[in-house]
């Protein structure tokens, strides 16, 4: 522990000691409200690859270093972990994945086995089961089990006899199926096995197991040399398209049930929300009901929306699965580009997706692999820590180093407050997240990337009670160092304004402020306009259009009626016609109004704090939606999958009671 907090304050020191700005030019207002809240948070977390596989066998004294920068109370204090299951390349391919990219398989060939025999495993033999397989991640799991509160393994690639093109960095042609559909049973049941083998072994449990990674993208390709033997990609892969992944599913849960396992299937683990969104429109119901949990990546940010209102439509838990990125210019580890850009990332990815989780994908990364001329001229700042993945058995700290970067430090402001129970709540701008615990707002995280100081001004008068020692102290990573404490400010008239520095991630730590003001809350009437069109719903004998706003009509108001699950963010309302007295429905996959309460004529309204809502129905998971994205007087509402588009949000301005 020592020697974690000496590597953190040496690394704050060497940040750049710019003068800071003399005073703030730009304010901001913050309005965290408790009226909206997400699902309990599950907590921060990484997958292990591939660096557990590169430094699990390194010494002692560099390796549980480390663990204690991942995993550790003054680290970054991360309580999710992803064990990937290797696939594995033949015994007579030669190495040619990146450091630490080779993840030993978890299956024993039998002597003189070459690439071209791919008949001889079966499954659950134990002949052909290696059950010490992969000793470096797993020295991993032992070392931070007693920090992990949640587990989950994947795969990247199924092993070498179980894909088309004999080896696991992806077919020879990206965007052909690479799981033989004669081996699904098969490579579910390998993952099973090697996944109760890890409980029984190590004394952990597994929440879900995910069978893909990124599977429907054209990233893995394997590609030969002369000689015959593969010199790329780099890393294991394989394409799984939607249809094949609704035969893998159901495959790997039976696999589960079968090996005593009591995880659930968590898929798609899509490189991005829109690609996510393709997957699970492809699956049949069947195949939905038999995942748990749904993930998805964010190396693209489109449609993050989507991704939210399908969970809530389907019911179930949604993670942010995997991120990293380069972020600045070139590999730096005293720039504030990097930690700035990876807090965006995290503020947009809680606001826009309403996850469960949030993991970056190795909080790792080799540092000779990101040093200028490896990958970049300049290089790159993937990963938080970074550390030569060559490093020998007579290495030290001191010439084996691990380096920490700003993203380290930015993303404790996250880590250290916001803790797995919390809430987070919605709040009116793109620059922050809150989260309550139990009824109290304990955390606001603000980012400032701009070069000025800035005012900012938490307006707390959403929350039912501010006691008269409220008050909120500042935590700021900036040019200048990590996790600094400031004073604590007074809370005055539900308001406490501070300044933050240029550049910079702060954390406001609360206290004495609780409670929910339920006269912030949604309900009660309202006009419905279409962010796309301009125009407002209205009824149109038992079906709904949109009409050129009158504020003189009578049915053009709707009165919006909370009807369970209190504030949580997935809450139902109904929705009334004010005139009427009926209530928008789904119906035969078309939208009517109906005069009767049923699961039909309930509503998840989801919001990302800018006032404009979409509207999922609680029966079939569909949102309310412009028809053919129309703009014209009259045009018909109806139901579609989610799709982020503008003809699925709705404006709610209040009509004052008549």
């Known amino acids: ?117 791919t008949d001889w495993w079966k499954p659950g ?108 990609g780099r890393q294991e892969g394989a394409h799984i398209g939607p249809a094949l992944q609704a035969k893998v599913v159901p495959a790997m849960a039976q696999a589960l049930r079968a090996n005593e396992v009591k995880a659930t299937v968590s898929a798609p683990d899509e490189t991005n929300p829109g690609i996510f969104a393709d997957d699970w429109a492809a699956y049949p119901a069947s195949v939905r009901a038999q995942v748990s949990q749904l993930n998805v990546h964010t190396y693209g940010t489109a449609r993050r929306t989507s991704a939210r209102d399908i969970a809530k439509g389907a019911g179930k838990p949604l993670w942010m699965s995997e991120v990293d990125g380069h972020w600045g210019s070139g590999q730096s580890f005293t720039s504030m580009e990097p930690g700035l850009g990876i807090a965006e990332r995290v503020i947009d990815d809680l606001r826009e997706l309403e996850p469960r989780a949030w993991l970056l994908w190795q909080a790792i990364e080799d540092y000779n692999n990101m040093k200028p001329g490896a990958e970049s001229p300049d290089g790159m700042n993937w990963g938080v820590v970074q550390i030569p993945f060559d490093c020998g058995a007579q290495d030290t700290l001191a010439t084996c180093p691990a380096r920490v970067n700003t993203k380290f430090h930015a993303l404790r402001n996250f880590t250290h407050f916001v803790k797995p129970g919390d809430r987070l709540v919605n709040v009116n701008t793109t620059t922050d997240v809150a989260a309550v615990r139990n009824t109290e707002l304990k955390t606001v995280v603000h980012l400032n990337k701009s070069d000025q100081a800035r005012s900012v001004t938490l307006d707390l008068s959403a929350f039912g009670s501010v006691r008269q020692n409220a008050s909120v102290r500042p935590v700021v990573t900036d040019q200048h160092g990590a996790l600094v404490k400031g004073a604590a400010v007074r809370v005055k008239d ?165």
């Open 1 to 117: 522990m020592t020697r974690i907090v000496a590597l953190l304050a040496a690394s704050a020191l060497t940040l750049s000691t710019a003068v800071p700005a003399a005073a703030a030019v730009e304010s901001v207002t913050v309005r965290p409200d408790p009226t909206y809240q997400q699902e309990p948070f599950q907590g921060w977390g990484t997958s292990l690859v591939w660096f557990a596989n590169a430094t699990g066998g390194y010494p002692d004294e560099i390796r549980n270093q480390l663990a204690e920068l991942l995993f550790g109370e003054d680290g970054l204090n991360l309580n999710i972990a992803r064990y990937n299951v290797g696939g594995g390349n033949a015994p007579d391919v030669p190495e040619y994945l990146r450091a630490g990219a080779a993840v030993p398989g978890w299956w024993k060939a039998p002597a003189g086995t070459t690439r071209a025999d």
């Open 125 to 232: 033999d134990p002949r052909f089961f290696d059950a010490a397989a992969d000793p470096r991640q797993r020295w991993w799991v032992d070392r931070i089990k007693q920090d992990v509160t949640r587990w989950e393994s994947f795969s990247n690639s199924p092993p070498w006899f179980q894909t088309v093109s004999g080896y696991v960095s992806g077919g020879f042609d990206p965007n052909a199926d690479q799981l033989r559909e004669d081996r699904i049973g098969g490579f579910a049941a390998y993952l099973a096995q090697a996944t109760a083998e890890l409980e029984r072994a190590h004394g952990i449990k597994f929440d879900t197991v995910d069978p893909f990674n990124e599977p429907n993208t054209s990233y893995w390709r394997t590609t030969l040399g002369p000689d015959g033997n593969p010199t790329g």
């Open 494 to 658: 539900r308001k406490a304004t501070l300044s933050v520095p240029a550049k910079s991630v702060t954390t406001f730590e609360v206290s004495g402020v609780s409670g929910v003001n339920r006269a912030a809350a949604l309900g009660g009437e309202y006009r419905l306009t279409g962010v796309q069109s301009g125009k407002s719903l209205a009824p149109s004998g038992t079906s709904l259009v949109q009409r050129t706003t009158d504020p003189a009509a009578a049915d053009q108001v709707w009165r919006v009626e909370r009807r369970a699950g209190g504030y949580d963010n997935r809450a139902q309302f109904s929705v009334v016609n004010a005139a009427t007295g009926q209530r928008i429905a789904a119906a035969g996959g078309n939208v009517v109004l109906s005069s009767t309460d049923s699961p039909a004529a309930r509503w998840v309204l989801s919001s990302t704090g800018d006032g404009t809502w979409t509207f999922v129905n609680q029966e079939n998971g569909s949102l309310l939606d412009v028809v053919g994205e129309s703009r014209e007087d009259g045009a018909r509402i109806g139901l579609y999958q989610a799709t982020s588009g503008a003809n699925q949000r709705w404006s709610m301005t209040a009509v004052p009671r008549r």
